[in-house]
């Protein structure tokens, strides 16, 4: 079956709703008990549902508007991006403006809501990387005059992030930049090394902080450590096997009862699988599947490549992120402090992945049986070919 670009777009949108909706259903539920009965939040049982729907009507503006503004104003103004994109991640460390929390400082205070510029920080990252693909080279296998600028910006804002420490979002960049150089064709020796590398560093940053060292040893045997740095993956295996097939149904969880820490937003993962069941669990991933599988078709239909590589790299990172944070819900990967596209309670993750599906609704719209400019049929023709196969989707 051939979709075409509305439909691709409808698509999108109904996935990126429906699950920003449960997201807000979930919430609720997880969150009425404890907030209601602390004052730090008024005693209000909706405060996050609230807060939640007001950032949800900012990302559906922000998406909207961006839907209609053609993606080749990030492709001319990249630099401003990044410069902006790098200035907000030295905020998180500047007294006063910074908010802390379990002892990261990840968030720029403002006053009615904290923004993680981390979020912001990602996407511009993925966008440097499709300008900077876009711009070298019409050979992706001589293309070291795009790696390696690429490798030292990623390399620069990744070290900012890690000091926040935000391990999990760093491990999302450098995942999501390994796909795209390699949908784009840089040699596989070069790739291999940096993904070697990658490996050897992250190894030793978690050897460097104990509490680190604390998670992996609770990941490989949680059991031994229920009441101390395994707490956290007992308790989301309790509400996985509460769930069953079906559920206990909204609101009658019982993990969420001061039991599962962060339940609306690290984990609300094991909040849908108690309470949904593993039928929830499979429907949420295959919302996830078809926004990436979508996202993809979106980048093959792209009037130029830096719109491609954009729609590839935003879809992957969705696609990362989301099935990280599963996998660490499952117990499948070590803690690390990730919320859930679209689902988890917060503004930044919320507006920002919003934004990026307005983003990747301009691409579809402005796709290859759009109206290309001169400057657009002149850039990277013998690539895009050999990479789409020139053929509608």
């Keep these: 079956m051939i979709l075409g670009k509305r439909h691709e777009n409808l698509i999108l949108a109904l ?19 404890t907030a209601g009965s602390s004052a730090r939040y008024g005693f209000d049982p909706a405060y996050f549902f609230k807060r939640q729907v007001l950032f949800l009507a900012i990302g559906i503006t922000l998406a909207m508007g961006l839907s209609r503004l053609d993606h080749d104003f990030y492709r001319r103004r990249i630099g401003w991006i990044l410069g902006a994109a790098f200035l907000l991640l030295l905020l998180v460390h500047v007294p006063g403006v910074r908010h802390t929390a379990n002892g990261a400082s990840r968030w720029i205070n403002l006053r009615l809501f904290t923004f993680q510029p981390s979020e912001f920080a990602k996407f511009a990252l993925l966008a440097f990387a499709a300008w900077a693909i876009d711009r070298n080279g019409e050979n992706p296998k001589q293309g070291y005059r795009a790696f390696l600028p690429m490798l030292a910006v990623m390399g620069l804002f990744v070290g900012v992030i890690l000091k926040e420490p935000d391990f999990g979002m760093a491990v999302v960049i450098i995942a999501s930049f390994l796909v795209i150089v390699f949908i784009a064709g840089f ?3 070069l790739l291999a090394a940096f993904a070697a590398a990658g490996a050897l560093g992250a190894a030793l940053l978690v050897l460097a902080k104990p509490y680190r060292v604390a998670r992996i040893h609770a990941f490989l045997d949680p059991i031994s450590q229920a009441r101390t740095a395994g707490y956290q993956v007992v308790q989301s295996l309790i509400a996985f096997s509460n769930g069953g097939l079906l559920g206990t149904g909204v609101g009658g969880g019982k993990q969420k009862l001061f039991y599962l820490p962060e339940m609306h ?19 949420v991933g295959a919302c996830y599947v078809t926004m990436v599988w979508v996202g993809y078709r979106i980048a093959r239909r792209a009037r130029d490549p830096f719109g491609m590589y954009l729609a590839m790299g935003v879809s992957t990172v969705i696609g990362i992120q989301a099935l990280m944070n599963m996998m660490v819900g499952l117990s499948m990967l070590p803690p690390k402090g990730m919320v859930l596209p679209f689902l988890s309670y917060g503004g930044s993750s919320l507006i920002l992945h919003l934004a990026s599906i307005g983003v990747l609704m301009n691409i579809s719209l402005k796709g290859a049986d759009g109206i290309a400019t001169a400057d657009d049929r002149s850039r990277g023709r013998d690539r895009w070919a050999r990479l789409s196969g020139n053929r509608p989707c």
């Design 15 to 33: 996935c990126a709703l429906s699950l920003t909706v449960l997201g807000m259903i979930m919430i609720y539920s997880a969150t009425n008990v």
């Design 265 to 283: 937003t690290d984990y609300i993962f094991s909040v849908i699988g108690e309470e949904l069941g593993f039928v929830g669990v499979l429907l």
């Design 187 to 189: 040699p596989w020796k």
